[in-house]
């Protein structure tokens, strides 16, 4: 199984940007599917954006279409999130997750194969 670790996170003021950075372990990375998702305070999990095997599928939260980038590296067994003009209701750890299918990504997390331990994004006024 995939295992996954999450970088990238910290502090930054409404309006900046974060790039986020998802390593996966294993040889099998290419055979996934990759998701972001990320948790409030005291909120549920929600979806954020997901890529295909191949990379040449993206699908995104509509909060965040527009200003959010999902990409991956296969060859560096890694996938991004760049993150722009971030607000502050944003301020959540960040989650990555590997499947088979976009689609059970983005309607299904609860079954995803594999789940990174998180990375915190602060964004301050």
């Known amino acids: 199984q995939v295992q996954l670790v999450e970088s990238g996170g910290g502090s930054v003021q409404v309006g900046g940007s974060l790039r986020l950075s998802c390593a996966a372990s294993?040889?099998?990375?290419?055979?996934?599917?990759m998701g972001w998702f990320r948790q409030a305070p005291g909120k549920e999990r929600e979806f954020v954006a997901a890529?295909?095997?191949?990379?040449?599928?993206?699908y995104y939260a509509s909060s965040v279409k527009g200003r959010f980038t999902i990409s991956r590296d296969n060859g560096k067994n890694t996938v991004y999130l760049e993150m722009n003009s971030l607000k502050p209701e944003e301020t959540a750890v960040y989650y990555c997750?590997?499947?088979?299918?976009?689609?059970?990504?983005?309607?299904?997390?609860?079954?995803?194969?594999?789940w990174g331990h998180g990375t915190l994004v602060t964004v301050s006024s």
């Open positions: 997750a590997a499947d088979r299918s976009t689609l059970e990504l983005r309607t299904s997390p609860n079954n995803v194969d594999a």
């Open positions: 294993g040889r099998t990375f290419s055979s996934y599917a």
């Open positions: 890529i295909n095997q191949d990379g040449d599928n993206t």
